[in-house]
Structure formats: C-alpha cells, structure tokens
Nanobody
Framework: QVRFVESGGGLVQPGGSLRLSCAAS????????MGWYRQAPGKQRELVAA???????NYPDSVKGRFTISRDNAKNTVYLQMNSLKPEDTAVYYC???????????????WGQGTQVIVSS
C-alpha cells in the first residue's frame, strides 16, 4: 500500500506563501488521482485541492486562485503551493490518493502524519 509523508508546513504571516510536499512510496504513484486535505481544530477534514491522472484540477471556492496542486511523478511527489495565506487556512494538511465517485472525491489511501500550517501575525 502506498504511504504518504507530508512536509513543508510552518508558521507564516497573513499574505505569505508556503509550498507543501507529499512524498509517496511505491512506483504506482503515477496512476493515482491525488488530493490535499486539511483539518482545523474542531472541524472536519476537508478537501482543498484535487489533481486527476489527466492533470485536471479542482479547488473549493475558499482556496481557489490561491492554492495550486501539482505533481512530479518521477519524484513520486505531489505539491501544494499556497499563496495569499489567511488565518483561516491554519490547519494540519494531509495528502492522499482520491477517487471520484458519483461526482465527489473520496480519500482511498492511508493517512500520513500531516504537516501543520499556522497563519498568524
């Protein structure tokens, strides 16, 4: 089973940027659609970026225009570039394999430890 290790989080001021990385084990990483999720304290985990095998992306309105998901299959890594960060982006960020079922994306792999992002002045 593919495992994911997230990194790149930290403390950043509002308006700042961070790039998160998700390293995957396993050579079949390239066939997966991938997503970035986040979970803030007291809230449910939510999908903030999706990337299909064909390269299509999808974002919720809360991050659209600020977050960009990308992947490097040769490095078995998926990235999340986050710009114009807001305090409400504060959360633990996770990546996972996703599947589209009836028009919605669902996680289909094991969760890693995540990487903490704190947006604060």
């Amino acid at each position: 089973q593919v495992r994911f290790v997230e990194s790149g989080g930290g403390l950043v001021q509002p308006g700042g940027s961070l790039r998160l990385s998700c390293a995957a084990s396993g050579s079949i990483f390239g066939i997966y659609a991938m997503g970035w999720y986040r979970q803030a304290p007291g809230k449910q985990r939510e999908l903030v970026a999706a990337l299909t095998q064909g390269g299509s992306t999808n974002y919720p309105d809360s991050v659209k225009g600020r977050f960009t998901i990308s992947r490097d299959n040769a490095k078995n890594t998926v990235y999340l570039q986050m710009n114009s960060l807001k305090p409400e982006d504060t959360a633990v960020y996770y990546c996972n394999r996703i599947e589209n079922l009836s028009g919605s994306y669902y996680p289909f792999g094991s969760w890693g430890q995540g990487t903490q992002v704190i947006v604060s002045s």
